[in-house]
């Protein structure tokens, strides 16, 4: 079955730490996306991929990195640096043209303990 | 201003009722709107797209779309309480960035 997974469902963090939050796709999107969302708020956009070896910062990218070393894969790394990681991560994909949907992984909901 | 705005709500509406939901958006080259439905602990589904001015339907779900005001809305009929949940605004930015911004989401409550 076609679809995005992301990994873990849920994960704790120890303050100071660094952790990767996984997300693969086997749609053949071009585009990638992270999003953040906080409880009873809307969907902010970390950082976002149009293609391969290329990512662009979203509104919210401090503290967090990327990669896009392969068409299929959009990992997100939230560093040391941001300093209040609790909230429920999205990765979201779509072809990257104009008039294409962009569809859901089930999120990995991070707790800093 | 924000990119793409929605009244947060909630908004609450009788069982059978049309619940009417409403975004509006900054960049006025922004060529694809999107509605998803969210219910509490998921992740977003898509509801419906629209790419052009005038109304689209799908069952129960009308889709509008007013470039020129720059809004989109987003009509229930015979709302259900399985209705019930959060909506979600997207925009897909002019050019070729590919931006998708969501705005901050309204929230159905449809009673029994």
């Known amino acids: 079955d076609g679809g995005i997974t992301q990994s873990p469902k849920y994960l704790f963090r120890k303050e100071g730490q660094n952790v990767t939050l996984s997300c693969e796709q086997n749609?053949?999107?071009?585009?990638m996306y992270w999003y953040r969302q906080d409880p009873g708020q809307g969907l902010r956009l970390i950082y976002y991929?149009?293609?391969?070896?290329?990512?662009q910062k979203g509104d919210i990218a401090e503290g967090y990195s990327v990669s896009r070393e392969k068409k299929e894969s959009f990992p997100l790394t939230v560093t040391s640096a941001q300093k209040n990681p609790t909230a429920f991560y999205l990765c979201?994909?779509?072809?990257?043209?104009?008039?294409?949907?962009?569809?859901f992984g089930q999120g990995t909901r991070l707790t800093v303990v | 201003q924000k990119e793409v705005e929605q009244n947060s709500g909630p908004l609450s509406v009788p069982e059978g009722a049309i619940a009417s939901l409403n975004c509006t958006y900054s960049?006025?080259?922004?060529?694809?709107f999107f509605w998803y439905r969210q219910y509490s602990g998921k992740s977003p589904e898509l509801i419906m797209s629209?790419?052009?001015?005038g109304d689209k339907e799908d069952g129960r779900f009308t889709a509008q779309l007013n470039k020129a005001s720059q809004y989109v809305s987003l009509l229930i009929r015979d709302s259900q309480p399985s209705d019930s949940a959060t909506y979600l605004c997207?925009?897909?930015?002019?050019?070729?960035?590919?931006?998708?911004?969501f705005g901050q989401g309204t929230t159905l409550q449809v009673k029994p």
């Open positions: 979201a994909s779509n072809l990257g043209t104009a008039n294409t949907e962009a569809f």
């Open positions: 749609l053949n999107h071009d585009a």
């Open positions: 991929s149009q293609i391969v070896n290329d990512f």
């Open positions: 960049d006025r080259g922004s060529q694809s």
């Open positions: 629209i790419y052009s001015n």
């Open positions: 997207a925009v897909r930015g002019s050019g070729n960035t590919g931006k998708l911004i």
